[in-house]
């Protein structure tokens, strides 16, 4: 079946990926056509973003974190029939693993899903010499798949005049360009864009930015891009199958154990598939917020805290005392938990924010998380438990790190890899139910981590039941 289908890509970050992304998303979505977004790499706040213009959850692809054939798996098990798939990049197009490999970078995930790619290219105090910087991009492109370029920040007079230029000298078509209004762009802050909720009427400046972009952009141009998009990659793998890799099998209703997860302003980073993976292993999954309810929900037999920015809501979290406590008992009654980054700072004890205000938290981990004022750990791991407990033994699980804030006891139990340098150090505290520390995790680079979460879950749910 061909999947239609686009990448937004650029020679490097803060050249307008996301701002573009967001135009393309709904000003397709404003002409009625169904739209599936995806970002490339392990960035969870664009995802947001695409999730304001489209409606719909938008998913990661990443071949470091599940390699060639089961990254083309998860984007047939979620690409649309009869929609159009639109893809942001990550980074400059050929940023991989540590800046030098291909593994990781938007060429990679293009290549391997046979995704045409759209070039954006901030060309603010460019001139000629953009032509010279397309050809060398155009020349490393071994499986010629850019097929458009859009040029950010230029006024329609230099456009009118470049265009023609780069087009007869690289036979590069140029879709258009968007002209320099600070009204047009997406505001950004230390740990990568702000959340849309935070923007003041997002969803009409999405509007306004999708009619000033079809005014000096083809949409046309863009959809026949994504038109021309072939088989997705070499393989020859049938839609579905992946899901079925997940499974736990069957069980009775009364079986499904509830893992309620923390979602609102203070913890919003989740990957689509992560929590897919958990449902598809049986469990449901409820969310509750430690900002604004008293108490867990009722009969639930798991916790996941997901990263998100608790530094920012300490006052309020710690406010909030009987939702601490609640946590706390829980925990402390062995339901299983597995927290990452700004969940891993919420069941300390403490909180230091940059002020210096010490805030209490839920106390289930004993030191104190402080702010460092720089990136403490940023990048892709591996990691592998120094005991069994959520993984067969000697597998891994792979991983990504970007924090500033650091913590009094970070844990020992895990041994983290640095794919590309090999650098190991230890991190995580974890035991036989549950797992917290600094890295996020994504479940599809191990699925039996996913499995292990759910059957503990299952088991706390039974032991409480008295079966």
Not at 126 to 147: C, N, Q, T, V, W
Request: aromatic share 10%; proline share 4%; charged share 25%.
């Amino acid at each position: 079946m061909k999947y239609r289908r686009l990448m937004i890509a650029a020679p490097k970050s803060g050249s307008g990926k996301t701002t573009i992304t967001c135009a393309v998303l709904q000003a397709l979505t404003s002409q009625g056509c169904q739209i599936v977004s995806y970002k490339c790499g392990p960035d969870y706040i664009d995802p947001m973003f695409h999730e304001k213009v489209i409606g719909v959850p938008s998913r990661n692809l990443d071949t470091f974190f599940t390699g060639e054939e089961q990254t083309r798996r998860l984007f047939l098990n979620s690409a649309p029939a009869d929609g159009i798939a639109v893809m942001e990049g990550v980074m400059g197009l050929y940023d991989g693993l540590g800046g030098i490999r291909e593994e990781g970078s938007s060429y990679h995930l293009a290549k391997v899903t046979g995704t045409p790619i759209v070039l954006v290219v901030d060309a603010k105090g460019m001139g000629r010499s953009l032509i010279p910087l397309l050809a060398g991009f155009l020349a490393y492109d071994k499986e010629h798949l850019i097929k458009g370029v859009i040029l950010n920040r230029m006024s329609q007079g230099y456009y009118e005049v470049i265009k023609h230029l780069i087009e007869k000298e690289l036979r590069l078509p140029v879709l258009g360009f968007l002209p320099e209004k600070q009204e047009l762009h997406m505001e950004s802050r230390h740990l990568g864009l702000v959340k849309p909720d935070e923007l003041n009427g997002i969803k009409e400046k999405l509007v306004t930015l999708a009619e000033e972009f079809v005014k000096t952009v083809s949409l046309e141009a863009v959809l026949s891009i994504a038109e021309s998009a072939g088989n997705v990659g070499k393989s020859n793998i049938c839609r579905g199958t992946l899901a079925g890799t997940w499974s736990a099998g069957r069980h009775a209703d009364v079986d499904h154990p509830v893992i309620a997860v923390a979602k609102d302003e203070a913890f919003c980073f989740y990957y689509t598939d992560n929590l897919a993976m958990l449902e598809q292993n049986g469990a449901k999954v409820r969310y509750f917020s430690p900002l604004y309810d008293a108490e867990l929900p009722e009969r639930c037999h798991a916790l996941l805290f997901g990263g998100g920015y608790p530094e920012l809501y300490a006052d309020r979290l710690s406010a909030n005392r009987t939702m601490r406590t609640a946590v706390s008992q829980a925990v402390d009654n062995g339901m299983p938990v597995v927290a990452e980054c700004g969940g891993f700072m919420y069941l300390h004890s403490v909180i230091i924010d940059r002020e210096g205000v010490s805030h209490n938290m839920a106390g289930v981990v004993s030191g104190k998380c402080f702010d460092t004022g720089k990136s403490v750990r940023f990048g892709y791991i591996w990691m592998r438990e120094k005991k069994s407990h959520f993984l067969p033994e000697g597998e891994i699980i792979k991983g990504h790190e970007f924090h500033y804030y650091d913590s009094t006891d970070n844990g020992g139990d895990v041994v983290a890899v640095k794919p590309v340098t090999g650098r190991e150090y230890s991190c995580i505290m974890e035991g036989e139910n549950y797992w917290m520390g600094f890295p996020h995790l994504y479940y599809p680079s191990n699925p039996e981590f996913a499995k292990a979460f759910v059957k503990k879950a299952r088991e706390y749910q039974r032991n409480i039941s008295g079966r």
